[in-house]
């Protein structure tokens, strides 16, 4: 097998796909440090990894690649590339054929697509069994390639710059010594089942009276709105930071707290691919299961539902039966107060 050259990592989905792909990165620079290794993600994730020390550039597939037009400008971007090796973590029609369209000579992917005929190297692995987490999945993509087992190692970078930023803004409000910091994430972008919003409320009162937590609620531009609802029905105080933070001051700031809890949700898995602790709430479906798609190294940190596996389950479903109900508010609580007793003792 020739050494590869020029690697470029493919996976254009959302912020949690991306994050569980980190290793993939680390794995290859690490079998083949004078190799250049590119990542082609979505624009609006590019902050995530352009820090990231094994990656020598990133590319964006977004808005200007969209169309037909657009699909060949892609093509022409990965042609300008020289890439010689590509490893296609999010498997698309559209972006199968455009690896084939640039001529790159190595391409590896699933072999369980109709159009898994334009890639090379294919894997034969369901990833629908989910019966490994989505980290090892992507690892075993990389084996094609000769890279040998590697244990799953994200390096997510807090920019310093960024870091620095994040402790003047914990200063500038006061904040700088208070502790435990807890983050609720109460949305998932329609990425997850949702625990039922108000909860979220309750959850934040037992904090703040049990616990004497200093809350934060974090999600995006379009969350403030839910955000500033669920606040207003909290008996203490609770900080707003829908929308205010960039990608990279979102990671510097999960960097400094004690806690998160969310659903599944992109940045659960940032936190714990950087070592907060952190508290998921699933439900019991094998293609969102703990075990596939929980956050690495703290599945003992997820409470899961406590119905049994539903395998029909659409997410109109899931309007009607509400499985995520069946989660009490005492129940997440007490694991809260379980991982945050632990951080003193």
Not at 18 to 35: C, E, I, K, W, Y
Not at 101 to 125: D, M, Q, W
Request: net charge neutral.
């Amino acid at each position: 097998m020739n050494k590869p050259a020029q690697i470029l990592i493919v996976r254009t989905d959302r912020i949690g796909d991306v994050v569980l792909s980190l290793p993939v990165v680390t794995a290859v620079h690490r079998q083949f440090p004078d190799s250049v290794i590119g990542m082609l993600v979505q624009p609006v994730i590019a902050p995530l990894v352009e820090d990231h020390p094994d990656l020598d550039e990133v590319l964006t597939d977004g808005d200007t690649e969209t169309g037909a037009g657009g699909f060949f400008r892609l093509v022409r971007k990965l042609r300008q590339g020289n890439w010689d090796t590509v490893l296609l973590l999010h498997p698309t029609f559209r972006l199968a054929a455009a690896l084939c369209f640039a001529g790159i000579p190595v391409r590896v992917g699933t072999a369980y697509r109709l159009y898994s005929f334009l890639l090379n190297r294919r894997l034969r692995e369901h990833r629908k069994t989910s019966h490994r987490h989505e980290a090892e999945f992507n690892l075993s993509l990389a084996q094609l390639i000769g890279v040998e087992d590697h244990p799953v190692t994200f390096d997510l970078t807090v920019h310093p710059d960024v870091k620095q930023k994040i402790v003047q803004w914990f200063k500038t409000n006061g904040l700088e010594d208070q502790h435990p910091r807890v983050v609720l994430h109460p949305g998932s972008r329609g990425s997850a089942r949702d625990w039922p919003a108000d909860r979220f409320t309750q959850l934040t009162d037992q904090l703040i009276q049990k616990n004497k937590a200093v809350v934060f609620m974090t999600g995006t531009q379009e969350d403030e709105v839910l955000i500033r609802s669920l606040i207003e029905k909290t008996e203490g105080t609770v900080h707003n930071l829908a929308g205010q933070f960039t990608l990279k001051e979102l990671i510097a700031f999960l960097d400094q707290v004690d806690l998160f809890i969310s659903n599944s949700t992109g940045p659960l898995h940032i936190a714990a691919a950087l070592g907060t602790n952190v508290l998921g709430l699933y439900p019991n479906l094998r293609p969102a299961s703990v075990r596939r798609w929980g956050p690495w190294a703290q599945s003992e940190n997820c409470i899961v539902t406590h119905h049994t596996e539903c395998v029909r389950c659409t997410p109109k479903q899931c309007d009607c039966a509400q499985c995520m109900e069946s989660i009490s508010v005492e129940e997440v609580w007490q694991k809260a107060n379980q991982i945050l007793r632990s951080l003193n003792s």
